[in-house]
């Protein structure tokens, strides 16, 4: 539970799998964390449950911040306050369709003239070359239409 804990975890994490797609950061009000963290804890004294909250808010922020410097297009926060229904269900599944927009795949389509200078070519070639994520080369694929409808011929296999 609440896996990764402190930002060694982040980093390790990051180190081992590599850069997330999302990282989605849900959080609540500091009031609503403490009620809950009592209810489970009813046995603690207030010192202690001070002391605790205390330190989880700090290996919160450490951890967040190391996402945010390892990958900060990657973190995706949302504010439990921001959702109005309050019924849970239906805010997991409003944050879901979030979180699912950011998964879906970009498509970008180039429709631009070759010309001499094979123009279309050259944006075509800068889009599939500068999309990187963690220094690594996006999965891209570039489709050349006017070949498409070009005669072509069958081999002799």
């Known amino acids: 539970d609440r896996f990764p804990g402190k930002a060694e ?28 963290y009592r209810a489970a804890n009813e046995e603690m004294d207030d010192d202690t449950v001070a002391a605790n909250l205390t330190a989880m808010r700090e290996s919160y922020a450490a951890t967040i911040k190391a996402f945010e410097e390892a990958c900060p297009s990657a973190l995706m926060t949302l504010a439990r306050a921001d959702f109005k229904a309050e019924e849970v269900s239906v805010v997991v599944t409003e944050m879901c369709e979030l979180v699912r927009k950011k998964l879906l795949p970009r498509v970008y389509v ?14 075509a070639d800068s889009i599939c070359t500068s999309l990187t994520l963690g220094g690594r ?3 891209c694929t570039l489709i050349d239409c006017s070949q498409l409808f070009q005669p072509g011929g069958h081999s002799a296999a």
Do not use: C, R, Y
Request: net charge negative; aromatic share 8%.
């Open 137 to 139: 080369q996006q999965k």
């Open 9 to 36: 975890d982040a980093a390790a994490f990051v180190s081992f799998f590599g850069v997330p797609k999302v990282i989605v950061n849900v959080t609540s009000e500091d009031e609503a964390i403490e009620e809950e």
């Open 110 to 123: 180039v429709v631009a003239p070759q010309g001499t200078g094979n123009f279309s070519g050259a944006i």
